[in-house]
């Protein structure tokens, strides 16, 4: 490599702690912006720009905006134009007037995100990636893999599209990704027992299988093996959202015995750099099973992958979703929502880090059943465990009347039902029937009764186990929690010294509050058994009726999240809350539920050091005080 390369073709490296945000993107002559978690935006500018380090501002990056979080997309177009996808698949206009870390003295801040902001496209939301080109083109490419043409003629927020825009520039022949992607089959074993992996890969590549646990120096990932492949093109079959893409097998890893429990990826990457990674679950052997199981959501994963150009979330809504295609929905980074993946790996490395005995499990396990699951002193749900089976729900409820303790670190979980397909195994959602919605959909969550032919059940409301169950008028609000005087003097809030109206989470990783995204309730609903709860707005009647599920009396309410929006009259936050079961497990301890009740209470946990003494409480009180590593 050289030719015209500066270096000889070798990077330099310039920087560092970039990994630490969830968008970076150019904004041409040098600047670089960078999106931050809690939605600050960072404007950096290259001065040198010839590889050597020399930075504007002593490389420290200034703030210029802030309330950029949970964005799309964005495309950078050059001249200050940046154009961003909101969680509402609306393409917003905003313009750098000033472009060199600073705002105007005056007048309007052209970077802020208002009501103002000039709105010039929707249904942006199709776009799996793309980038901004110059003179206001931009190239979108779709779940599908289609590439297409955009031009705003206008370029000063008022919308004027090109002759051309939307048209197709290329045909990607299926689903996007690098040009190596894949899956395995199945999604967890245990030491000794074979994992197959079925890439795609026609230039042939390098795989190496990383535990996912973070590294003193920030990385994510401690390398375990290597193995170099042939190229391997595969023929996708027909339909593979549905019935998998029937891959042939590339290469197997047999588990070593010593490979502890938890999630590991095999990160592939070819000669050209293109890369994937393919995400998996090591369960424990069982003579070497720690003291704490926690469920990897891959059901909620799979529902949230659109490879192939249809899922749950796309067109529609597809009822039958394999597992035997490629995911990039749930990548171990990068992930830019961070509610799949990325976010579960948040707490289970803080586990992990503080010294407990952790054991990892992937949904399937626990709908198939793991043997002796009553011996596990805890249970640990985190993020967004939404897509729970029949099987699930009866052996958590097995669990809990045999002692065990669960600790609900998550946000509208254990919400709609699922099952896999006895033959093939894929995912059957929204009752079987695709682009079900009315009473066939809302038959699938919980809190109702299922009335789907062969699928008949009694109402099962996630509140009378949990004590919470979700509402989502207060879908995509942020908030610290106010701590309740019953929290103030829980023994979990022990050493915190936080009192009673006190606040606490206040900043996060995927999102800027603990009390965040999508969160749940302990507030009781009446709806009666015939009735069906379709849509949780309290918004629209804010009735006990338009609910259903109450939260075990011995209840309490230790914490609520403080959030509000403007214009609606109801909004909830986020109840933190304990119970004890009435049952008993080993060493005469009182079973026990906690929640946090926040999609995005595990972001904030990792960077508080007061939610992480509440948790560490928690999962002490179920261990007994010497049962760490």
Not at 617 to 625: D, T
Request: hydrophobic share 35%.
């Amino acid at each position: 490599m050289g030719g015209g390369w500066a270096h000889g073709g070798v990077g330099q490296k310039i920087g560092t702690g970039f990994d630490q945000f969830q968008h970076v993107f150019s904004g041409g002559d040098g600047i670089i912006y960078a999106v931050r978690h809690d939605g600050a935006v960072q404007f950096y500018k290259d001065l040198a720009r010839d590889g050597t380090a020399s930075w504007f501002n002593s490389g420290i990056g200034v703030v210029v905006a802030t309330g950029w979080s949970n964005l799309r997309m964005i495309y950078s177009n050059g001249d200050g134009i940046i154009y961003v996808v909101t969680q509402s698949n609306d393409l917003l206009f905003l313009r750098d007037s000033t472009r060199d870390g600073t705002r105007p003295p005056s007048g309007p801040d052209p970077l802020a995100m208002t009501a103002a902001t000039p709105k010039i496209g929707s249904g942006w939301g199709i776009a799996s990636m793309g980038f901004g080109a110059g003179d206001g083109m931009i190239f979108m490419v779709r779940y599908d893999g289609d590439m297409y043409y955009y031009q705003d003629t206008a370029r000063d927020g008022t919308e004027n599209w090109g002759p051309f825009s939307g048209l197709l520039a290329r045909s990607g022949g299926g689903a996007v990704g690098s040009t190596i992607e894949g899956y395995c089959e199945p999604s967890s074993a245990a030491p000794g027992e074979t994992i197959a992996f079925k890439l795609n890969s026609p230039a042939g590549c390098r795989v190496f299988y990383k535990e996912l646990r973070f590294q003193a120096n920030g990385s994510v990932g401690r390398g375990v093996a290597a193995v170099t492949l042939a190229p391997s093109p595969q023929t996708t079959n027909t339909d593979p959202v549905r019935n998998g893409c029937g891959w042939t097998t590339t290469t197997t890893l047999t588990i070593p015995a010593d490979w502890p429990s938890g999630i590991y990826t095999a990160h592939c990457v070819d000669i050209y750099g293109s890369e994937c990674y393919v995400s998996f679950v090591v369960k424990p052997a069982p003579a070497a099973r720690g003291d704490i199981a926690v469920l990897a959501n891959t059901n909620t994963w799979n529902c949230y992958n659109s490879w192939g150009g249809l899922g749950k979330y796309v067109g529609l809504g597809t009822a039958r979703l394999s597992f035997a295609r490629p995911n990039n929905a749930a990548p171990p980074f990068g992930e830019p929502s961070s509610h799949l993946l990325q976010g579960e790996l948040w707490p289970l490395n803080w586990m992990m880090q503080e010294g407990y005995k952790v054991d990892v499990y992937c949904d399937k396990d626990f709908h198939v059943g793991i043997a002796d699951f009553s011996a596990y002193k805890a249970l640990v749900l985190t993020t967004h465990p939404e897509y729970w089976t029949i099987q699930m729900m009866d052996h958590l409820e097995t669990y809990l009347a045999g002692g065990g303790c669960l600790l609900y670190l998550a946000g509208n979980g254990l919400f709609e039902e699922c099952s896999f397909d006895p033959q093939t195994g894929a995912l059957i959602a929204l009752g079987g029937q695709d682009g079900a919605d009315g009473g066939t959909r809302w038959s699938q969550f919980f809190r109702n009764p299922n009335t789907t032919p062969g699928l008949t059940r009694l109402a099962r409301p996630e509140r009378n186990i949990l004590g919470v169950a979700y509402h989502n008028d207060s879908w995509q609000t942020y908030a610290p929690f106010k701590v309740l005087a019953a929290g103030a003097a829980h023994p979990f809030f022990a050493g915190t010294g936080l009192a009673a109206d006190d606040l606490v989470g206040e900043r996060g990783l995927n999102g800027p509050g603990a009390s965040g995204w999508e969160m749940d309730t302990s507030i009781a609903g009446t709806a009666s058994d015939p009735d069906y709860v379709a849509e949780l707005l309290a918004v629209d009647n804010n009735s006990p009726d338009m609910d259903r599920g109450a939260p075990p009396e011995s209840l309490q309410l230790l914490a609520r999240g403080t959030n509000s929006r403007d214009g609606r009259p109801y909004c909830y936050g986020a109840d933190m809350t304990y119970y004890e079961t009435g049952h008993t497990g080993a060493n005469n301890r009182a079973g026990f539920v906690f929640t946090a009740a926040s999609l995005t209470f595990c972001g904030s946990l990792v960077v508080d050091a007061k939610l992480q003494t509440i948790v560490r409480n928690a999962l002490n009180a179920c261990l007994g005080a010497h049962s760490r590593a």
